[in-house]
């Protein structure tokens, strides 16, 4: 992380400093194809109001050009079509090194920044002033017992499968999540895939939303980094990609609680699978712990033809003292789970308590841990290195672990080779 990106963690502490000062002049700038080519606002909620009252048409830049402060209730960007909204594409920048804070106290279940079956939207916090690839776009959300607040928000706007968010793009941005301590309370996202325009919660995912690009952004504080969530296997949400961004910190001001990235109802068939590659993911931290298993990247059902690649997954420590398990990668579920294949990865330092001596269990450090039911798994060239089990926490001398661990007997493997094991 740079220095400029350390200073606006920093001013996260002073968040309610900026209220006053932000009001008093316009932080967005709108251009636009058609209709009223040109507007001013205060906050991008205001902007996606003038373009879901049709005020601005056709292809749409919106630039972020100072500091903003969003309402408690956000207003969700709606598809084209809906209502007097008539747009082909929205492209969201920055002028450079601004930040879109929350509300004080934002809305429970809610997002920052929300697109409600809004297509053809690009959120890009790249400089165009400094050369190079920059993360110069930061969404903060105020610390705080609040559930469920999002960062950015990507839903669908039905239970048809009719209005999902489609062809939308998330890159090189910083989001920092709610959470108040290093512990599991309250959930919150980094991104969030969700149905609707009102409230929803952790276990309501996004119907039809395709085609998602989620690459280059640091997501930090926050229980889940992302929450890549369908809604039923008849509207997943296919053509998922999530490519080199970096979830969490070892800072446990910062650090991701539960999930780096969570996959549930992300494909039904291997054509439109989920991609995970290159990202840099870590979760937990090394002194506290939370009282239920935690994982890199955790795949529950429905992820038939995932692939995860080219990942560095380390660090994910779980020391609770109730004994949970701490997971590189895990493989949940007994429906939906066939023909994943994981690739060349990096998986170090993962670390419990040693909860147990016997094997197969779930509350152990496992680098790799299936307990899923399916055929077709390919487990190849991966390298796994696990430490000791946290010796403070220790419930036994003679605890176990494994670098690949299969709690289910009935997932079929197709391929499990040139893998480097180490277990200390």
């Given at each position: ?331 949940t579920s007994s429906s939906g789970m066939d023909s994943i ?84």
């Amino acid at each position: 992380m740079t220095a400029r990106r350390h200073k606006f963690l920093t001013l996260g502490v002073f968040f309610s400093l900026f209220l006053l000062p932000m009001a008093s002049r316009a932080q967005v700038s709108l251009a636009a194809t058609s209709g009223t080519a040109s507007g001013t606002f205060t906050t991008l909620n205001a902007a996606f109001t003038a373009i879901n009252a049709g005020t601005h048409k056709g292809a749409i830049t919106i630039t972020i050009t100072a500091n903003t402060s969003e309402p408690t209730t956000p207003v969700p960007l709606l598809a084209s079509g809906t209502g007097s909204s008539s747009y082909t594409s929205i492209n969201i920048g920055t002028s450079g090194n601004d930040t879109i804070f929350s509300a004080s106290s934002p809305s429970a279940n809610r997002g920052i920044v929300e697109l409600a079956g809004a297509d053809n939207v690009t959120i890009d916090g790249d400089d165009p002033n400094t050369a190079g690839i920059q993360r110069a776009l930061v969404i903060l959300a105020a610390t705080g017992t609040t559930t469920g607040v999002a960062c950015i928000r990507l839903s669908s706007n039905s239970t048809s499968g009719t209005d999902g968010a489609d062809n939308n793009i998330v890159k090189n941005c910083v989001l920092i999540g709610s959470s108040n301590s290093a512990t599991a309370a309250p959930t919150s996202y980094g991104i969030q895939f969700a149905n609707g325009t009102s409230t929803s919660s952790s276990g309501t995912g996004a119907y039809n939303s395709q085609n998602t690009l989620i690459q280059n952004n640091e997501i930090y504080r926050c229980y889940y980094g992302i929450n890549a969530r369908g809604g039923s296997t008849t509207y997943a949400i296919p053509n998922t990609v999530i490519k080199g961004n970096i979830i969490g910190k070892s800072d446990t001001s910062y650090n991701v609680t539960n999930y780096g990235i969570y996959l549930y109802y992300t494909s039904t068939v291997i054509s439109n699978a989920i991609l995970i590659t290159d990202n840099d993911i870590q979760v937990g931290e090394a002194s506290i712990g939370i009282n239920t298993n935690i994982g890199g990247v955790y795949l529950s059902s429905y992820n038939t033809g995932a692939v995860i690649r080219n990942n560095n997954i380390h660090n994910v420590a779980n020391p609770s003292t109730g004994g949970w398990g701490a997971y590189g990668i895990a493989l949940t579920s007994s429906s939906g789970m066939d023909s994943i294949k994981i690739f060349n990865n990096f998986i170090r330092d993962i670390t419990a308590t040693g909860y147990t001596t016997g094997i197969p269990t779930s509350y152990e450090n496992f680098g790799i841990f299936i307990s899923s039911v399916g055929v077709g798994l390919m487990i190849n060239h991966n390298t796994i290195f696990l430490n000791a089990p946290n010796s403070t926490n220790l419930s036994s001398s003679n605890t176990s672990s494994a670098c690949i661990q299969f709690s289910s007997s009935s997932y079929t493997a197709s391929s499990i080779l040139n893998n480097i094991l180490v277990n200390n």
